[in-house]
């Protein structure tokens, strides 16, 4: 029998540049897919404690901040459209909604 063997090294050569080519294809199909991607679902921060936390400005709809502490957060500007703030410690807390004239 005469097989021809290929020498050790470049079997490994080969798997290397195999396996960078399927991580870099992997990747670029994960960022192709993902780039846009929205949340489905609102933020859940329930049951937290969130001491002084600034949340102002930001997009806080749907988000559900049942039984949590609140205290001295900033939500000035955030918009709290459909947000479940039952039960939620909010002494101190900036709820102002500011703007322009």
Known sequence: MNFRQK????????????????????????????TEAKPTLADEYNKQILVGVDFSD????????????LRQSNFSNA???????????????????NSIV
Do not use: M, Q, W
């Open 79 to 97: 918009d709290l459209s459909g947000v479940s703030l039952f039960g939620a410690h909010l002494e101190g807390a900036n709820l102002v909604k």
């Open 7 to 34: 020498p050790t090294s470049h079997i490994l050569i080969s798997f290397v540049f195999s396996l960078i080519l399927y991580i870099t294809a992997t990747g670029a199909i994960i960022g192709l897919t993902f």
């Open 58 to 69: 930001r997009d806080l709809t749907n988000d559900s901040f049942t039984k949590s502490i």
